[in-house]
């Protein structure tokens, strides 16, 4: 998860609040320490910690939390609040034509963070395309052509030309169907005028409607100075942060950022055209503080169904409720749920299944998790029609063949059906459900899953978690 240590220590701390019916303003005192140690770890500015948890301590003493609110509930709300103000808002990126030029210096990611944003917008349904005007870096026209084609983008670049402004302009008129046309431009090991004179270049034959700057997690915050840097030299409308998923230091420059004028587009949080959100500050710190993201979810499981429609148009969801559920609906299940992303990510969205059930899981156990869905895939491969329609035929014989075909132990091949079973099972009783048995298991999941979703009335309104 984005910033997962910051998120295990900040839920640590809350927990040892449960069970609690009053809070003592020693309690208090306890949490505010935990959270400035948490928080400096992540490399947030000390100044900026003392004043938030002067806020979070005031607050909290002060304020009378609402009749039926637990103590813990009551403080969470507080902390979430407080770190939502800390993040600051999110860059308005409107889903319409437009020209985005991005900037940044060497090794910050502005090349993949141009494809993932080009994805990205493709996923909302527009046209993108990138626009390579780096001339400086080898290798930068290659590479940026390579992440086109695995963002499915369209990509103009001239590996032979040296003129950046020249590329800029012919890209325009090559990319002029496009709606969305994204410029990636040069970086240096430091801002100098060479760059800010370069950029202003490029920026007068384009004419931006909006500048991203693109700035690696690991500045920590140095991202401040270096988004002042930025904003004063060519005018930024907002920042892209990368290489969330690799630093400790990401706290301080997420909360680094809203010390400038700047706002906060984009999270890269890992190395695939998918790895990329918008950055949302409600969902964001909901997350950090195990309560789930729903907004994040619903858009990556809608996502997910909709590549694995395409990707077999005759499969339908809804039809595993109606008929026997197959091996073959399984395995779409497990395809839909690798196009939803990394796993540990999606468990991080779901109210009451992140935070903190993960905290008590082992580094490596969704690793795991993802390794035996392969493996589940490559079995099926070995697998015949007869069998994947009807997996109760594989008896001790066909497992035989099957582990020999497939090149997997047979005690795989026995998770793999039992696996199968227990979803069977499962569908089963759902088939057999109406909708008011429906709405009290949701609200028992809700009440049993460990975060504040039964507490606080639910986990869906508005912008964030309390419905604010």
């Given at each position: ?77 507080i902390v979430y609040e407080e ?344 569908l089963n009783q759902f088939q ?37």
């Amino acid at each position: 998860m984005v910033l997962d240590d910051l998120g295990s220590s900040l839920r640590g701390t809350l927990d040892d609040l449960r069970g609690k019916s009053r809070i003592s303003e020693e309690d208090i005192e306890g949490i505010v320490k935990e959270i400035q140690r948490s928080l400096l770890q992540a490399d947030v500015d000390v100044g900026l910690v003392q004043e938030l948890s002067d806020n979070i301590e005031s607050r909290a003493l002060d304020e009378e939390p609402p009749a039926g609110t637990t103590p813990r509930d009551w403080v969470l709300r507080i902390v979430y609040e407080e770190l939502v103000d800390l993040v600051g808002e999110s860059t308005e990126i409107p889903l319409e034509n437009q020209t985005i030029m991005l900037a940044g210096l060497y090794g910050s990611g502005k090349t993949t963070t141009a494809a993932k944003m080009a994805w990205w917008f493709s996923k909302k349904g527009l046209r993108p395309a990138i626009i390579q005007t780096d001339t400086d870096r080898p290798g930068a026209y290659d590479q940026s052509k390579q992440m086109a084609e695995r963002a499915e983008v369209e990509f103009y670049g001239d590996e032979d030309a040296d003129d950046p402004v020249k590329i800029a302009r012919d890209g325009l008129a090559a990319t002029e169907d496009a709606d969305v046309r994204i410029v990636d431009t040069a970086g240096r090991d430091g801002l100098n005028e060479e760059l800010i004179e370069q950029i202003e270049r490029i920026g007068a034959a384009v004419e931006p409607d909006r500048n991203l700057l693109v700035i690696d997690a690991a500045m920590g915050q140095s991202a401040k100075d270096q988004a002042q840097e930025f904003e004063d030299a060519i005018g930024i409308d907002g920042v892209t942060i990368t290489k969330l998923d690799g630093t400790a230091k990401g706290g301080g420059a997420l909360a680094a950022v809203d010390q400038t004028d700047s706002t906060i587009a984009f999270l890269g949080t890992g190395e695939t055209v998918k790895d990329i959100e918008r950055f949302e500050p409600s969902g964001f710190i909901s997350r950090l503080l195990g309560m789930g993201d729903l907004k994040q979810l619903t858009e990556r499981v809608e996502r997910a169904m909709e590549e694995t429609g395409e990707e077999e148009g005759e499969w339908e969801p809804e039809d595993m409720m109606e008929g026997s559920f197959t091996l073959k609906d399984m395995r779409k299940q497990m395809e839909a749920m690798n196009n939803m992303g990394p796993l540990d990510q999606v468990m991080d969205m779901i109210p009451g299944l992140g935070g903190g059930l993960m905290d008590q899981l082992p580094d490596d156990a969704m690793d795991v998790t993802q390794e035996r869905m392969r493996d589940f895939e490559v079995i099926m491969d070995s697998m015949t029609e007869a069998e994947l329609e009807n997996p109760r035929v594989v008896g001790q014989s066909r497992t035989e063949r099957i582990a020999r075909g497939s090149g997997k132990p047979e005690e795989r091949i026995r998770e793999l059906l039992q696996q199968h079973k227990q979803m069977d099972q499962m569908l089963n009783q759902f088939q057999g459900m109406g909708e008011g048995d429906m709405e009290r298991m949701m609200q028992q999941m809700q009440q049993q899953g460990g975060g504040p979703g039964g507490g606080m009335g639910g986990m869906g309104g508005g912008g964030g978690p309390f419905g604010d």
